[in-house]
């Protein structure tokens, strides 16, 4: 997604939030510098305000690159990356683990398979009905390079392609131009005043990204910033369950035992993308504190008409992460970001902010105890690694 796509949806869903909590809320235009792009978002409610620098680490240049290879380069590359994370323990650690997310691993690949099944059903059928058989051969052929080629545009089949084409490579190391950038996130991330809060961000394949990220942010040469690190959607036990994916596993290891790093996670049942019900400390085996973990129920938080039409709409349900809510909701993507209370305070919380904002949207004597720790002077910033 476009940094520019990115930011007209964000400021599409801050206007459902201001609706949701009864609250102010606006966002400055988008401001691009080399791979980072940002906003100001400024939240208000009756007596107290919020700011928050909303960063934007880009990669979509360099989807829309490999996305230029064309069909055939790319359903090679799709079935090698297919074989590449079976041969090597993905899918066995999906279906042990979390058997929706091996459907969602599956599903483009028995989706070319039924295509490739039709095209030879036709030339058997062809060649039974007294067709000569270099007319069958055709036949079965053209069905099935035809099948494959609607497919690669058509319900998704391409973009999970891709998606897999792209894991392949992270499992073995970042591309070093999205390296670098990870790595000048992390500077800014370090250089950040200590009496601002950072928020890092990772939805979806982006909190592969921010394990790269915060590794840095929190060695040695990152002089042990705090940060909270929010996780949402997660694919890092996408990655993490290949065999090949020690750098990662690493990565994690450092980060789990880092007492800088407070890392808060949730999960969807009704999400096929996510590893719903597991702790991915506890499934890699890694020594060191485990996630919070939460789980976010999708239909608690949208109107039952809007939920019912998104319902089968699994990329649009996985977005629903970084949406705003229609109901006040235990999650809320928005508060957790732009709001005045601390992340973790939201996550320990039961009901999240529900019991913290009045009808009014002020604050309630609940609220004021679980505000940022400096939110009296209401700066808040926030870096967001991106999404898949």
């Known amino acids: 997604m476009s940094a520019e796509t990115f930011h007209a949806r964000f400021c599409r ?3 459902r939030f201001e609706v949701c909590w009864g609250l102010r809320a606006e966002a400055t235009q988008l401001v691009s510098v080399g791979s980072m792009s940002s906003w100001t ?23 829309a690159a490999q996305r230029k ?8 590359g799709g079935l090698a990356a297919g074989f590449d994370f079976v041969r090597y323990g993905a899918l066995g650690g999906y279906l042990a683990n979390a058997w929706r997310y091996a459907a969602f691993f599956l599903y483009p690949y028995l989706a070319l398979a039924v295509v490739l ?34 497919m690669s545009g058509h319900g998704h089949i391409g973009h999970l392609l891709d998606d897999w084409i792209f894991a392949r490579q992270v499992v073995r190391g970042f591309e070093p131009s999205l390296a670098r950038r990870l790595s000048e996130a992390a500077g800014e991330v370090i250089a950040t005043p200590a009496d601002r809060h950072v928020l890092v961000v990772g939805h979806s394949l982006g909190a592969v990204l921010a394990a790269q990220m915060l590794d840095e942010v929190a ?15 997660s694919s890092i036990l996408k990655i993490a369950l290949h065999r090949q994916a020690s750098g990662l596993r690493s990565q994690l290891g450092r980060i789990a035992t880092a007492p800088s790093v407070a890392w808060i996670e949730y999960q969807a049942i009704s999400d096929v993308m996510n590893f719903f019900r597991t702790d991915p400390v506890a499934v890699l085996g890694i020594d060191g504190r485990s996630p919070i973990v939460r789980k976010v129920r999708f239909g608690q938080m949208l109107n039952r008409d809007y939920y019912a039409s998104i319902r089968f709409n699994f ?13 006040r909701a235990p999650y809320d993507y928005v508060m957790m970001i732009c709001g005045p209370f601390a992340p973790v305070a939201l996550a320990a919380s039961r009901d999240g902010a529900m019991g913290w904002i009045g009808a ?13 720790p400096a939110a009296d002077r209401p700066i808040n910033g926030t870096v967001a690694t991106g999404q898949s």
């Open 41 to 63: 978002v400024t939240v208000a409610g009756a007596g107290w305000r919020v700011e928050t620098r909303h960063d934007l680490i880009r990669w979509d240049d360099l989807i």
């Open 13 to 15: 869903e801050l206007k």
């Open 69 to 76: 290879a064309g069909v055939w380069p790319r359903l090679r």
């Open 360 to 372: 009014q949207g002020d604050l309630t004597q609940a609220g004021l105890a679980a505000l940022l």
């Open 117 to 150: 099944l039709i095209g030879l059903l036709a030339g058997l059928a062809a060649s039974a009905l007294g067709s000569p058989g270099w007319l069958s051969v055709l036949l079965a052929v053209l069905l099935a390079a035809g099948g494959v080629w609607r």
């Open 219 to 233: 060695g040695p040469g990152g002089k042990a910033r705090a940060v909270t690190w929010l996780t949402i959607g």
């Open 315 to 327: 990329f649009r349900l996985h977005c629903q992460f970084i949406s705003a809510n229609d109901k």
